[in-house]
C-alpha cells in the first residue's frame, strides 16, 4: 500500500525557492518510480518532473528545466522537489504521484496509480 503525503509548500516571491518533500508510509516505496506534477487553477494538471525507482533517471518538464530538480531517499521513503528561480507561473497545487517501476519517470498520469494530496505553491512578484 502506498500512501503519498506532500509538504513543504507555501508562499515565496519570484526568484526565490522551495523544496516540496513526499513521504510514503508504505513499506514498498522503493519499488515504484514518481513523478511529481502541478494544477494551476483553470488548467489541466501537468507533469513537472518524474524519477525512476532507484534515482538512476530523471526527466523534466521543458519549463522547469534547469531550475527544478527531483531526487529521492529510498531509505527515508521520500521524494523531493528542489524549485530554484521560481516564477508566477510556477503557482499551482503539486503533487507527488507514484508508478509501477516499469514506467520509469514517465510524464503520462495515466501510468501512475497513487497519488498526494497536494500542496500548493504561490510564487508573487
Known amino acids: 500500500q502506498v500512501q503519498l503525503v506532500e509538504s513543504g509548500g507555501g508562499l515565496v516571491q519570484a526568484g526565490g525557492s522551495l523544496r516540496l518533500s513526499c513521504e510514503d508510509s508504505?513499506?514498498?516505496?522503493?519499488?515504484?518510480?514518481m513523478g511529481w506534477f502541478r494544477q494551476a487553477p483553470g488548467k489541466e494538471r501537468e507533469f513537472v518532473a518524474g524519477?525512476?525507482?532507484?534515482?538512476?533517471?530523471?526527466y523534466y518538464a521543458d519549463s522547469v528545466k534547469g531550475r527544478f530538480t527531483i531526487s529521492r531517499d529510498n531509505a527515508k521513503n521520500t521524494v523531493y522537489l528542489q524549485m530554484n528561480s521560481l516564477k508566477r507561473e510556477d503557482t499551482a497545487v503539486y503533487y507527488c504521484?507514484?508508478?509501477?517501476?516499469?514506467?520509469?519517470?514517465?510524464?503520462?498520469?495515466?501510468?501512475?496509480?497513487?497519488w498526494g494530496q497536494g500542496t500548493q505553491v504561490t510564487v508573487s512578484s
Open positions: 524519477i525512476t525507482w532507484r534515482g538512476g533517471r530523471t
Open positions: 508504505g513499506r514498498t516505496f522503493s519499488s515504484y518510480a
Open positions: 504521484a507514484a508508478a509501477p517501476a516499469s514506467y520509469g519517470g514517465s510524464a503520462n498520469e495515466r501510468h501512475y496509480g497513487y
